[in-house]
């Protein structure tokens, strides 16, 4: 069992920065791929990034290239999102997950946090 709990989301302005981080319990954290989904209301999950086990490999959905960067720091059990040049088109829930799979989709991923608000004000 995996358990997830995101920080760090808020209010900041058009063009600013934030980074969440995502604290896992468990020794296994290595084992786990990990990914940060975001989701505003009326509309299903989305991938936003993903990252291997060992950290070795990341992948981001088109639109946050060049923006957001996700690492982890296996020692710690955290995985983190830095996020900068904030547009209003971030705002959302942001939820970081565990999976087995290094995957796109929020199927493969077993293990969830409660999210966390980032609202971008324009």
């Known amino acids: 069992q995996v358990q997830l709990v995101e920080s760090g989301g808020g209010l900041v302005q058009a063009g600013g920065s934030l980074r969440l981080s995502c604290a896992a319990s468990?020794?296994?954290?290595?084992?786990?791929?990990m990914g940060w989904f975001r989701q505003t209301p009326g509309k299903e999950r989305e991938f936003v990034a993903r990252?291997?086990?060992?950290?070795?490999?990341?992948d981001y959905t088109d639109s946050v290239k060049g923006r957001f960067t996700i690492s982890r720091e296996n020692a710690k059990n955290t995985v983190y999102l830095q996020m900068n040049s904030l547009n209003s088109e971030d705002t959302a829930v942001y939820y970081c997950?565990?999976?087995?799979?290094?995957?796109?989709?929020?199927?493969?991923?077993?293990?969830w946090g409660q999210g966390t608000q980032v609202t971008v004000s324009s």
């Open positions: 990252i291997s086990g060992g950290g070795e490999t990341t």
């Open positions: 997950a565990a999976g087995r799979v290094y995957s796109v989709y929020a199927k493969w991923y077993d293990y």
């Open positions: 468990g020794r296994t954290f290595r084992a786990y791929a």
